[in-house]
């Protein structure tokens, strides 16, 4: 009714406040956020919240199980494992963030382009989307680490070049939808050019769904950036990554069991965290779940 | 089985983040079987939430207070269980888009079947027998071929029509159209308009007509009631309200109805100022602040309904009887 | 102000004519004529339209859903190709995409819906002053210059830090009469107005328009299915039925003495506010054909009370008919006023029975 439309004054900063208030509401988005906000804590300030050095070597206590000097234990170097475990959550983050931020970046623009361009544009842009998609991540990790080593950049390449098609496409779809909108038609009669059509009208429409995905993606880059080290196709040693760690205590499970479940935690973790704030996020904002905003 | 309809002192809040919105306030409303009864107001003026509080529909944050009667009954007091029975048999609802009435995947055939799932003693070769005879009743001429469609191959016009036959397959006491032309062409309000006239001669209970739309009102109803920012401000047999109107904003709305003048007119009528706030209401006549008669109590005390003939009544204070 | 290549034109030449145009739906690109070498025959969603607009005068386009008049307006200014026809402008034929984008800088568009044709992210002294930008013109201070154009149409100069879903419809009218006058436009087109607008509101906004007419010297084009507001506000008719024009002339004289006899049944469908008036039997029966099955010969054969054996296989040409009319019927309604209601009346009868 637009009596009480009228009646609410809506400043965007009180949607703001509503937003966090409807989040805080949910009890699993509030775990989430503690969750999130200790593994970003961690990783931010991980030189000062480690112990020891997460590369340091000390052969002399190899394998030592969890003890006050050193609570997670050490590794087959003898390196202290919480120090590796609180590093590997900035390697984790690192590697998540940035080839997020890359392929949400390449996403955008080009599912812009496809939506908005031409339609031979649109077709070849579909066209390569799409076999994007359809390449084996791991064979296409395998092709890109002989050519450039395994690494760090190798693998934010990796992801990067994976995961933006399904975001291009996205952006596609939601440009399609509002391409002929009554407001994207009245800038074409003013003349507005493609640029500013695309950058001022259209990408801040097409963007909150993207983010959604996005933060729902960062638990799947962590996953695929442990699977990866796991397989030696990752961070290169003596970098620390969880899946490095699991690789190591999965190579001597039977003498240091405690290592597979120190760089296994986090990971379920930080995952946990991350997928229900997305999920929390997405119930907010997605229209179609009207019923848990408040009126 | 049809009964006599009476709200008195209705009253509807909305309890929202924002505070309390008062949508419907001391509203007295009656009708009785036969009768055509309009509502007519701009929007924001409280006829969707009094149409739903007919229809029992209101939402969660509603509070409502005064009383429904209908049949004898006070509907407000009614239990979900014996609410959702009287919405199936007694009252139905005809809104403004009829596409959004019917399931899409569903044939018209087999929607209006279900329609009649509390008619235990009919097979369904009779429920079809009822529908097709219902169907040619609101005009449409193939019964047996409409009934193999979709909702998305008919026409709006039809759409409304099958939304009409409907209502009446449970034969209800009570029939509420939610504007039931705003969405249609106006060759097509024609002939829904003409409909509604024709069944109400074998019709037997109560019509309510909802709409903004003066010359509807005008063409449909045997009484209307005039509604401004959640008030009955008048109300009265239509001839009395359209050809007699006592309460300022009556007179003003139909003065701004461009439809009356005959002549091109350099200005249109229109009524200055903007809609109270329903959520602090002023604390005198709703209609004060646009007034152009408004004097001294206008702005202070509530205006009492004057009676002025035996159904025709006004809220205002420079009204005698 | 820019100068221009033809003066305004003498009272003799009109500010937009429209010879014959087109549209149609079914435009097969190079792949669907390769994979269907025999596609499907093009619907013409308008048909055949010629009109002019003078300088200064308004034009009401009326026509119902499905009638084409959204799409005329919309290829008039180059937002739909048109597959036949031409359109002159201050004298000169728009063909080319640069041709459109010269008119465009002398015309404005304003939508049906008021509040979804403005960028809702964007903040209403932001759109306002969005066309003076965009044509690049100097601008030194733009929330001065947009609360100026609030002004104009009557809004508080507050609402520039407003976004579009925080105005009702009347308010976000106004902003978009704003937007559209902000470039001094020779020619605005209007679609439905006063869509979703009260009664009471719908008034402010044409008397708004009509203000600034009077001031500014605009020509407008007003798409619209309302006949209670076309009769006040425009000079001419022109009436559209399955894409083709029907009736065009003067609007008090299509209202008293119409011509085609769909602009009778659409005039007298109109429900009039007295109950002491009220019709007895609906103008005109059954469903508005769909361009895609258009019927033979008249297009309104399959609805027209005085339907004849003619106008089932002889489709009917545009023609003349008096001073400043034009009509496309085999047998235009000639006869006085009441006359014509009690034909119209009987045939209805016999129908409705």
């Known amino acids: 009714m637009s009596s009480v439309a009228e009646a609410s004054p809506s400043a965007p900063d009180r949607q703001r406040l509503v937003l966090l208030h409807a989040l805080l509401a949910d009890p699993f988005t509030r775990v989430a956020l503690v969750l999130v906000a200790g593994f970003l804590v961690t990783a931010l300030f991980a030189p000062w919240l480690a112990p020891y050095s997460p590369v340091k070597i000390d052969v002399l206590h190899k394998l030592q199980p969890p003890s006050a000097e050193h609570w997670f234990g050490t590794d087959h170097l003898g390196r202290d494992l919480l120090s590796r475990v609180i590093y590997g959550a900035r390697t984790a983050l690192t590697i998540a963030m940035v080839s997020v931020a890359i392929a949400g970046a390449i996403g955008l623009l080009l599912g812009l382009i496809a939506g908005y361009g031409p339609r031979w544009l649109d077709a070849m842009l579909v066209l390569t989307f799409d076999s994007m998609n359809s390449l084996p991540m791991i064979m296409f990790a395998l092709a890109i680490i002989t050519v450039l080593g395994a690494g760090t950049g190798t693998l934010i390449i990796v992801i990067a070049a994976t995961s933006f098609p399904s975001y291009a496409r996205l ?113 907010y904002l997605d229209p179609r779940l009207q019923l848990r905003r408040p009126a | 089985m049809s009964g006599s309809l009476a709200a008195s002192g209705l009253s509807v809040r909305y309890e929202t983040p924002h505070g309390s919105v008062q949508a419907l306030r001391h509203v007295d409303i009656e009708a009785h079987p036969g009768e055509v009864i309009g509502i007519v107001g701009e929007s924001g003026c409280g006829k969707s939430t009094l149409v ?77 027998a009822r529908i097709a005879a219902m169907l040619g009743r609101v005009g449409i001429a193939d019964a047996e071929r409409r009934m193999q469609s979709y909702p998305h191959e008919l026409s709006g016009g039809m759409r409304q029509r099958v939304a009409i036959a409907a209502a009446l397959l449970t034969d209800p006491g009570l029939l509420i159209a939610d504007e039931p032309t705003t969405a249609l062409d106006v060759t097509m309000e024609a002939q829904i308009i003409h409909l509604l006239r024709e069944l109400r001669r074998e019709y037997n209970g109560i019509i309510i007509v909802v709409s903004h739309h003066l010359g509807v009102i005008a063409e ?37 109805d461009p439809a009356r003048f005959h002549d091109r007119l350099d200005r249109l009528p229109t009524i200055p100022g903007s809609l109270p706030s329903l959520t602090q209401p002023p604390p005198g006549c709703v209609y004060a602040p646009r007034c152009d008669r408004a004097f001294a109590p206008c702005g202070s005390i509530a205006p009492p309904l004057t009676r002025l003939t035996a159904c025709h009544a006004a809220r205002c204070h420079a009204v005698t009887p | 102000m820019p100068c221009r290549p033809l003066p305004r034109g003498d009272a003799m030449s009109p500010l937009l004519a429209v010879e014959d145009l087109s549209v149609s739906f079914v435009r097969g690109s190079l792949l669907d004529r390769l994979i269907n070498p025999f596609p499907l025959p093009g619907f013409n969603v308008v048909d055949g339209v010629t009109l002019s607009l003078m300088p200064a005068e308004t034009l009401g386009l009326v026509g119902e859903s499905g009638s084409g008049k959204t799409t005329l307006a919309r290829t008039i200014l180059g937002l739909i190709r048109a597959a036949a026809g031409r359109i002159v402008f201050e004298g000169r034929e728009v063909a080319t995409p640069s041709d459109f984008r010269a008119m465009r800088r002398r015309s404005a568009m304003m939508f049906q819906d008021p509040v ?88 402010d906004v044409l008397n708004l328009i009509g203000e ?33 024009l029907v009736e065009t002339g003067p609007t008090q004289e299509v209202f008293s003495a119409p011509l085609h006899p769909y602009t009778a049944t659409l005039i007298r469908s109109e429900p009039f506010p007295d109950p002491r008036r009220r019709s007895h039997n609906p103008a005109v029966t059954g469903e508005i054909p769909s361009v895609f099955r258009r019927p033979a010969g008249c297009e309104f054969h399959t609805r027209c009370p005085l339907v004849q054996s003619r106008c089932k296989t002889e489709a009917p040409v545009y023609r003349p008919m008096g001073a400043g009319r034009m009509v496309r019927c085999h047998f235009p309604l000639q006869t006085g006023g009441q006359e014509r209601e009690a034909v119209l009346r009987a045939s209805a009868n016999q129908r409705g029975n």
């Open chain 2, 52 to 128: 739903t509080a007919l229809a029992n529909l209101l939402p969660a944050n509603a509070c409502i207070d005064g009383s429904i009667r209908y049949n004898g009954v006070d509907l407000t007091k009614l239990d979900a269980h014996r609410q959702r029975l009287l919405r199936g048999d007694e009252i139905a609802l005809v809104g403004q888009d009829p596409m959004t009435a019917f399931n899409p995947v569903l044939t018209i055939g087999d929607q209006l079947v279900d329609f009649q799932h509390h008619r235990k003693d009919l097979s369904r070769a009779q429920k079809r």
């Open chain 3, 212 to 244: 600034l007419k009077r001031e500014l010297g605009f020509a407008a084009m007003i798409v619209t299915h309302n006949l209670a507001m076309i009769r006040h506000v425009s000079d001419r008719l022109a009436i559209m039925y399955l894409g083709r």
């Open chain 1, 171 to 283: 952006i596609r779809a939601q440009t399609l939808a509002l391409k002929n909108s009554d407001y994207i038609l009245a800038e074409r009669l003013l003349d507005a050019s493609a640029s500013r059509i695309i950058f001022i009208h259209l990408l801040p429409n097409v963007v909150g769904p993207l983010i959604i995905l996005l933060s729902m993606d960062i638990p799947v880059v962590i996953m695929v950036e442990a699977g990866l080290s796991f397989l030696g196709l990752g961070v290169r040693p003596p970098t620390p990554s969880w899946g490095s760690i699991l690789y190591d205590g999965y190579t001597s499970i039977s003498s240091a069991p405690f290592m597979v479940i120190f760089g296994g935690l986090p990971l379920v973790l930080a995952t946990l965290g991350f997928t229900f704030l997305g999920e929390g996020l997405r119930d």
């Open chain 2, 220 to 256: 449909l109803c045997d009484r209307v009631y005039v509604m401004y920012a959640g008030e009955v401000v008048e109300g009265g047999e239509v001839d009395a309200i359209f050809h007699d109107p006592r309460h300022p904003y009556t007179q003003a709305l139909l003065a701004c």
């Open chain 3, 116 to 203: 979804a044709s403005l960028s809702p992210r964007l903040r209403v002294g932001t759109l306002l002053t969005e066309p003076q930008v965009i044509q690049g013109l100097p601008m030194p201070d733009r929330r001065a210059a947009a609360k100026a154009l609030l002004a104009l149409v009557g809004l508080p100069a507050s609402f520039v830090d407003r976004f579009p879903h925080e105005l009702s419809g009347g308010q976000a009218r106004r902003v978009g009469v704003a937007r559209a006058l902000a470039m001094k436009p020779h020619l605005l087109l209007a679609d439905e107005p006063t869509a979703g607008l009260d009664v009471s509101v719908q008034g």
